[in-house]
């Protein structure tokens, strides 16, 4: 199984930065593997760093929606906490396959469940 796995870093400060690369954006498209990411943010605070912050500071309401519109045109899935259930039904209206799962991580025994949701999730991508 082959998948790019976006982990939930802040998308200004740690996964733009790599994206800003020339031919990055496009490499992942064409590797023809599924590309899921899981939201750094959680109720509208960032799993921990700055995120949420420099969200407000750039005008932008912190959120799971405001997340998937920042890596709009590139995921085909979104991983999203059980708290932000609610905002399911906008993602899929955006045409983002969303997985709604516990993604706060605070043993080696949710990094593990986490990854093993996140890859069976992008299996699902593969044709």
Do not use: W
């Not at 994206?19 to 590309?35: M, T």
């Amino acid at each position: 199984m082959t998948a790019v796995i976006i982990c939930p870093s802040n998308p200004y400060l740690s996964v733009d930065p790599i994206l800003s690369i020339p031919g990055v954006r496009r490499g992942l498209r064409d590797l023809g593997a599924p590309i899921v990411a899981v939201s750094p943010i959680v109720g509208g605070q960032a799993f921990k760093g700055p995120a949420a912050k420099l969200m407000t500071e750039l005008g932008v309401t912190p959120g799971v929606l405001a997340v998937a519109d920042h890596y709009e045109g590139l995921l085909d899935g979104f991983v999203i906490d059980e708290t932000d259930m609610a905002d399911t039904a906008a993602l899929r209206a955006r045409g983002l396959a969303t997985l709604v799962t516990g993604s706060v991580m605070s043993s080696d025994e949710d990094r593990v469940r986490l990854a093993r949701a996140c890859l069976t999730f992008a299996e699902a991508f593969r044709g």
